[in-house]
């Protein structure tokens, strides 16, 4: 019986993105490879002896991959996009399903060994989401290929730390240039920032929405721990300098930010409808149904604040009358 020969080159496709980097990380550091080939369109500005970086055109994949490079090898795709990025359905199908399948056909043309890709949890061509549709088209075209050894990868959710990461560095730097001295300036740098939110960033909302339900359900203690303290830093820095002037402690604030999350997640799930409910919503003339998910946050979160401002300053004055009548005491006592 012929045994099946150990593949010595890896050709990464996607490898600047958040799990292409991971991936030719472990690659790099896998004693069965020898030789890792990365397609880029620019440098990755990463050394390796065992590296190689191909500078290509995705739109001309086909006619630009070496054939030598590609026989006998395991190729790995980890192209994707968000429709914030791609800024068109057009735009995106090209990057998550033109540029798979293309590669997938020049790894069938020159002998590759696998063809390994990553798509998504729930792809289907019957999928009511766009996204999720595409991964699923991507897939059907590529199991007509008939290749040789053909591996989908559907993770739930790509949980790098992007957007947390972002909105922390950016309320840090409000918090900066604009200093929280009382907490009236907290409530209007969250009511502002919240305001840009759930206007502009799409993709955070999701995340927040579905980070309980999905995301911590189906990611492994370790890494997410690791993201975790990563966040965590940055969260301690960004509550030092909003407490630097006594305006609230630094458990009031993470207080008021788990309440935020709380918050966006429940007005997004009310305010998610099925495009069939949507669609006899519409046709029954019931629009009063439909949630503004804006609104309902915003409002939401300003009761809130309004709520905690009134027990906050009640909590202050109780200690201060506390301390009063400690000194009080001490004082009585001295005498």
Same mark, same amino acid.
């Given at each position: 019986?012929?045994?099946?020969?150990?593949?010595?080159?890896?050709?990464?496709?996607?490898?600047?993105?958040?799990?292409?980097?991971?991936?030719?990380?472990?690659?790099?550091?896998?004693?069965?490879?020898?030789?890792?080939?990365?397609?880029?369109?620019?440098?990755?500005?990463?050394?390796?002896?065992?590296?190689?970086?191909?500078?290509?055109?995705?739109? &001309? %994949?086909?006619?630009?991959?070496?054939?030598?490079?590609?026989?006998?090898?395991?190729?790995?795709?980890?192209?994707?996009?968000?429709?914030?990025?791609?800024?068109?359905?057009?735009?995106?199908?090209?990057?998550?399903?033109?540029?798979?399948?293309?590669?997938?056909?020049?790894?069938?043309?020159?002998?590759?060994?696998?063809?390994?890709?990553?798509?998504?949890?729930?792809? *289907?061509?019957?999928?009511?989401?766009?996204?999720?549709?595409?991964?699923?088209?991507?897939?059907?075209?590529? %199991?007509?290929?008939?290749?040789?050894?053909?591996?989908?990868?559907?993770?739930?959710?790509?949980?790098?730390?992007?957007?947390?990461?972002?909105?922390?560095?950016?309320?840090?730097?409000?918090?900066?240039?604009?200093?929280?001295?009382?907490?009236?300036?907290?409530?209007?740098?969250?009511?502002?920032?919240?305001?840009?939110?759930?206007?502009?960033? *799409?993709?955070?909302?999701? %995340?927040?929405?579905?980070? =309980?339900?999905?995301?911590?359900?189906?990611?492994?203690?370790? =890494?997410?721990?690791?993201?975790?303290?990563?966040?965590?830093?940055?969260?301690?820095?960004?509550?030092?300098?909003?407490?630097?002037?006594?305006?609230?402690?630094?458990?009031?604030?993470?207080?008021?930010?788990?309440?935020?999350?709380?918050?966006?997640?429940?007005?997004?799930?009310?305010?998610?409808?099925?495009?069939?409910?949507?669609?006899?919503?519409?046709?029954?003339?019931?629009?009063?149904?439909?949630?503004?998910?804006?609104?309902?946050?915003?409002?939401?979160? &300003?009761?809130?604040?309004?709520?905690?401002?009134? =027990?906050?300053?009640?909590?202050?004055?109780?200690?201060?009358?506390?301390?009063?009548?400690?000194?009080?005491?001490?004082?009585?006592?001295? %005498?």
């Amino acid at each position: 019986m012929e045994t099946q020969k150990e593949a010595v080159t890896a050709i990464v496709a996607g490898a600047t993105g958040m799990m292409g980097r991971q991936l030719v990380k472990l690659l790099l550091e896998h004693p069965a490879y020898a030789r890792v080939i990365v397609l880029v369109r620019r440098d990755m500005g990463i050394s390796h002896p065992k590296l190689v970086q191909k500078q290509v055109s995705f739109d &001309q %994949l086909e006619e630009q991959l070496d054939g030598t490079l590609v026989k006998d090898a395991d190729v790995f795709c980890t192209l994707g996009t968000t429709m914030g990025q791609a800024g068109s359905k057009a735009a995106f199908r090209r990057v998550d399903n033109d540029y798979p399948v293309a590669l997938g056909r020049a790894a069938l043309r020159h002998g590759a060994a696998s063809y390994i890709v990553v798509t998504a949890m729930w792809s *289907s061509v019957r999928s009511l989401m766009f996204y999720t549709r595409v991964k699923g088209e991507a897939e059907r075209y590529l %199991l007509a290929l008939g290749l040789p050894r053909l591996v989908f990868l559907r993770p739930s959710l790509l949980i790098g730390d992007r957007e947390y990461e972002k909105r922390l560095n950016r309320l840090i730097e409000i918090i900066v240039e604009s200093r929280i001295r009382d907490f009236d300036d907290f409530k209007h740098l969250l009511l502002t920032e919240l305001s840009k939110l759930v206007e502009h960033n *799409s993709l955070y909302i999701r %995340l927040e929405a579905m980070r =309980t339900i999905v995301l911590e359900k189906n990611v492994d203690a370790e =890494t997410m721990l690791m993201l975790k303290m990563n966040l965590y830093v940055q969260m301690r820095r960004m509550t030092t300098l909003i407490c630097e002037h006594n305006a609230l402690t630094e458990t009031e604030v993470m207080d008021v930010l788990q309440a935020e999350a709380s918050i966006i997640t429940g007005c997004k799930l009310n305010a998610t409808l099925s495009p069939e409910v949507v669609d006899i919503i519409e046709k029954q003339g019931m629009e009063g149904l439909k949630r503004d998910f804006k609104q309902d946050v915003l409002s939401t979160m &300003q009761s809130y604040l309004e709520g905690y401002r009134v =027990t906050h300053r009640n909590a202050v004055k109780e200690h201060i009358l506390d301390n009063m009548l400690f000194n009080n005491k001490e004082e009585t006592r001295n %005498l």
